[in-house]
Every structure is written in structure tokens, then in C-alpha cells.
């Protein structure tokens, strides 16, 4: 069974620094996808960036891009420019790929609170 | 586009009552279909995930059940709550058998169970 760990409950940061969550996994997998959704707190989970785990290169999304190490089976969510607008709890999620009936096995999340 | 909807919103009902939670998704045939619950500042936990219709798995024991008499339709029943069963449940559906997507979640429902 596939685990995913977010080793830090609450993060803090000052508007427009960097903050960078971090998410580890563990699988036997080769094939699979990792997530990182964002909950705000009117609770939508939104999607904020995806990594194929077949791909070297890392993802990004405007401000947002992660660090995928896929031996270390780690995969950190960096957020540049912060904004107030960020704050909300972040997930980390881990999908088997190729797969009929995969589904997203979740953190436990990280409350993240942007302060002016 | 493809959408999805959940109702109710909130939710409150006694010990013991029935439950009935709907997800429909519009847009799309035979999605995958998932039940999350998620406790107060949680993680979410896969309740049941559906690949077709009457197709139901269940990833841990408890008091609900689920079914899925549509291929866009998912419903999460229960025959009599327990105060346990209190949280925020959400509905999730994914495109199958495409690659490289993400789960759409619908905008959840919050049960209270007093």
C-alpha cells in the first residue's frame, strides 16, 4: 500500500517570501502521478500542480513548482511570491498510473498562512 | 465541460437516522467515482471508489455504504448514523481511462451527527 507523509502540520510565511512544503512517499510503483491540491478554507479541493513520475523534469505552475526526487521519494511544493490568497491547507496526494480504478491516497496535510 | 455536483451542502442529523449523500457528474461517461471523508483538520480518507455501475469498492469497514445505480451518479448511504460519522465527505470523479489527470472534487458536504 502506497503512504504519503507531510512532516509539517503548519507553515508560516510573510507575503511575496518563499515557502516550500514538503511531502514524502512510499511505493513499490513505477508508474504513478503525484499531486499537490490546495484547500482553501471554503474546503473546494483545487488542484494546484501535477508530476508524472516518469518525467525528470519538474513541474510548474506559475509561482508554484515542486521538487521531485523520485529515489528519495520526496516531492516538495515551492511557493514564490506568496500571496494572502495562498493561504488554505496543501495536500499532497499519490495515484497509481495506468491503472483502472486508481484513486488519490492523501497526506495529512499542511495549514499554510500567508501574513501581510 | 464536464462538472460535478453534491449535495446537500450541510447536513445535521440525529443518531440512528438514515443518510443519504448524492454526487452526479455532468459531461463525461464512465468517470471513476470516489467517496472521501475528511475529520477537522485532516487528510481524506478513500471511503469507496466505483469503476462502473453497481461497481462498489470499499476501502475501510464501517457503517456506510455506497451505490451507483447511474454511470454518473454516486450515492453514500447509511441505514443509521452514528455520531462517528460526523465530518466532511466529498465526491470526487476522474476521467477513465485517460492518463495523466487529476480527481475533480465536488464542493462537499458537511454532516453533523448530534
Known amino acids: 500500500a502506497q503512504t504519503v507523509t507531510q512532516s509539517q502540520p503548519e507553515m508560516s510565511v510573510q507575503e511575496a517570501e518563499t515557502v516550500t512544503l514538503s511531502c514524502t512517499y512510499d511505493?513499490?510503483?513505477?508508474?504513478?502521478?503525484l499531486f499537490w491540491y490546495k484547500q482553501p478554507p471554503s474546503r473546494q479541493m483545487i488542484l494546484v500542480i501535477r508530476q508524472e513520475a516518469y518525467k525528470q523534469q519538474n513541474a510548474t505552475e506559475n509561482r508554484f513548482s515542486v521538487n521531485f526526487q523520485k529515489a528519495a521519494k520526496s516531492f516538495s511544493l515551492k511557493i514564490s511570491d506568496s500571496q494572502l490568497g495562498d493561504t488554505a491547507m496543501y495536500f499532497c496526494?499519490?495515484?497509481?498510473?495506468?491503472?483502472?480504478?486508481?484513486?488519490?491516497?492523501f497526506g495529512e496535510g499542511t495549514q499554510l498562512t500567508v501574513n501581510p | 465541460s464536464q462538472t460535478i455536483h453534491q449535495w446537500p451542502a450541510t447536513l445535521v442529523q440525529p443518531v440512528g437516522s438514515p443518510l443519504s449523500l448524492e454526487c452526479t457528474v455532468e459531461g463525461t461517461s464512465n468517470p471513476n467515482l470516489y467517496w472521501y471523508r475528511q475529520a477537522a483538520g485532516r487528510g481524506l480518507q478513500l471511503l469507496f471508489y466505483s469503476v462502473g455501475i453497481g461497481q462498489i469498492s470499499s476501502e475501510v469497514p464501517q457503517n456506510l455504504s455506497a451505490s451507483r445505480p447511474q454511470d454518473r451518479q454516486f450515492i453514500l448511504s447509511s441505514k443509521k448514523l452514528l455520531l462517528s460519522d460526523s465530518g466532511f465527505y466529498l465526491c470526487?470523479?476522474?476521467?477513465?481511462?485517460?492518463?495523466?489527470?487529476?480527481?475533480?472534487f465536488g464542493q462537499g458536504t458537511r454532516l453533523t451527527v448530534v
Open positions: 470526487a470523479w476522474k476521467p477513465l481511462p485517460v492518463l495523466n489527470t487529476e480527481a475533480f
Open positions: 511505493t513499490s510503483e513505477n508508474n504513478y502521478y
Open positions: 496526494a499519490f495515484m497509481r498510473g495506468e491503472t483502472s480504478g486508481s484513486r488519490l491516497t
